[in-house]
């Protein structure tokens, strides 16, 4: 079975999304076990605890959808993105389909991802679908790892914990090239706790100019504009 509207055509690089998007499915059993610890944080208004959402979410895909994938190929042909960097890498879904066009541009993605058994089967399925010389995942903490990336920056997928986009976006400011596409997930699911982070990026203050696209769990969509106005 295809993985569908890929707009790209690599049997190798198709097979292993196949496979990731698959075994992220099955994850919705995982979430049913789990909503009685859900409504426990629920309760004592500890949803935004670091401790729940590492219980939570340590183990889970939480992925990009295909679509988010789709686009975030096309956008980074269509901007010719060299230098790519992504925070939370997770299992490499969403790195495999930025590898993909970090290979057809000639650049590399840089990712991150803070738990070890992730980061070491997110290179892996890099490694499976043929990229490994197109991505490197930084395991550790984003804001220890990313200070040394060199610049300029092309395009930026936030996907980690979500209390922590506004630091990494600060890291990464002074590295994005005048243009360069700033792209955040979970802007729905997750509303309360990334509700600064999006009047940061929409503020126009902050050298960006932002919306939140309805797309699966929501995608703030910012293009860096410098020292323009916005």
Do not use: C
């Amino acid at each position: 079975m295809s993985v569908g509207n890929l707009p790209f055509r690599d049997p190798r690089i198709e097979a292993v999304l196949n496979r990731l998007h698959r075994q992220a499915a099955a994850d919705k059993w995982k979430i049913a076990r789990r909503v009685p610890l859900l409504a426990w944080a629920a309760a004592r208004k500890k949803l935004q605890d670091k401790s729940f959402e590492y219980n939570f979410f340590h183990d889970l895909y939480i992925p990009v959808s295909r679509e988010q994938g789709a686009m975030l190929y096309l956008i980074a042909r269509a901007i010719d993105a060299r230098r790519i960097v992504e925070f939370g890498s997770s299992f490499g879904i969403s790195a495999i389909y930025l590898a993909a066009a970090a290979r057809d541009n000639g650049g590399q993605v840089i990712g991150s991802e803070l738990e070890p058994s992730k980061h070491a089967q997110a290179m892996k399925n890099i490694e499976d679908a043929g990229l490994l010389g197109y991505a490197k995942i930084l395991a550790g903490d984003a804001r220890e790892t990313f200070p040394s990336i060199a610049g300029p920056v092309d395009l930026v997928l936030l996907d980690g914990w979500k209390a922590m986009y506004i630091p990494v976006i600060e890291i990464l400011k002074p590295k994005l090239r005048s243009g360069a596409i700033v792209l955040a997930d979970n802007i729905f699911t997750f509303k309360k706790v990334l509700q600064p982070f999006v009047d940061y990026m929409q503020s126009g203050e902050n050298g960006f100019a932002s919306t939140t696209l309805r797309i699966s769990d929501g995608f703030e969509f910012s293009v860096f504009a410098a020292n323009r106005p916005v």
